[in-house]
């Protein structure tokens, strides 16, 4: 069998961000999809490293799925990585996984050693833009809660990412994470995120002011890049830390566990090198006794399901993320859309990814560029 084409898809749900889809194609009419991570204002970025990574996909195997992930980073990026490379990388092996277990007549997480757990927690993302309040943040988040969702997580902290905020902004940001505790009682697990915005100093104050309301995790309280400060910083913080999402491979990992300076890793299958790559990420945590909740903010398919097959194979998975702003898109693009019940998703057990998109659809939704951010 050969690989006879690659194409993309980029996507418009009507929010957040284009996302991208990738196909691969072989001369035995056996297809893959992947999905690749995209940002708003970074998109094309990521379907132009397709279009060049393509060459050295069309003719190979479409089995040996680590020869080529190795080979993309050697000849193709020269060793040189970027999050645009890891993006479109990530895509392409998931699809190729997604070819395997079809032709094996398999779903990937038993190519993989077999699944630990037969469904996977997620947690609601996406659910709080337009709380102008405390009190408007408290009531979407009791009406996520509504839908069945026992975790949830969002940005307490307002306006623009900046490293320095005065104390007006720390001050918000704690009345909103009160509120939503006050909102959901005290068995909804609260997931913080800081989006890696913040000086040290400000996000240590934040943490220790928000311990009253018992969060679930305070995620990347300061730039990843930064490890050393992340540690410094996590022993001052008396939530469990997350940190993840903006680190791509192994390699980025490493530090982090050297020197202990996460409880819980969030990497994202779509941008860390694909499910090979965060399965063996979370191996290596696992011997730090650092948990993994991927994070998932790309579609609530190919995405999805390539998370579920790699979490279903960890014995270190907490909790992974599910946009809800994400879902009425998914459902129209899937010709089979998953669903939450009580905030657990079941693994699948179909060939391949089990996920399956309609083109049609893929095509009713056309890339369009987002306003200018101010």
Known sequence: MK???????????????????????????????????????????????????????????????????????????????????????SGLEQALWDIKGKVAGMPVHALLGGACRDRIRVYANGWSGGARSPAELGAKAEAVVERGFSALKFDPVPGPWRTFVDKDVERRAIENVLAVRDAVGADVDILVEMHRRLAPMHAVRIARAIECAAPFWFEEPVLAENIPALARAKRDIHIPVVTGE?????????????????????????????????????????????????????????????????????????????????????????????????????????????????????????????????
């Not at 097959?309 to 693009?333: D, Q």
């Not at 939450?340 to 560029?369: C, F, K, N, T, W």
Request: hydrophobic residues 40%.
């Open 3 to 89: 690989i006879t084409d690659v194409r993309h898809f980029l996507v418009h749900p009507g929010r957040g961000k284009n996302l991208c889809f990738v196909r691969i194609d072989t001369d035995s009419d056996v297809y893959g999809w992947g999905e690749c991570y995209t940002q708003s204002d970074r998109d094309l970025q990521i379907t132009a490293h397709l279009d060049q990574i393509k060459r050295y996909l069309i003719g190979r195997d479409p089995g040996r799925i680590k020869e080529f992930t190795q080979t993309a980073f050697d000849d193709f990026a020269a060793r040189r990585g970027s999050m645009d490379f890891y993006c479109a990388l």
């Open 246 to 374: 903006a680190l791509y491979t192994k390699f980025d990992f490493r530090e982090v566990f050297e020197r202990g300076a996460a409880d819980i890793i969030n990497p994202d299958v779509c941008n860390v090198g694909g499910i090979l790559e965060l399965k063996e990420i979370a191996a290596m945590a696992e011997a730090y006794f650092v948990a993994v909740s991927p994070h998932n903010y790309n579609s609530t398919t190919v995405g999805l399901a390539a998370t579920a097959h790699a979490a279903a194979t960890m014995p270190n998975f907490l909790i992974t993320e599910y946009f809800v702003n994400l879902e009425e898109l998914g459902h129209k693009i899937a010709r089979d859309p998953w669903r939450v019940v009580d905030g657990y998703i079941e693994v699948p057990q179909e060939p391949g990814l089990g996920m399956d998109l309609d083109e049609s659809a893929l095509a009713g939704h056309p890339y369009r560029r987002f306003p200018k951010r101010t």
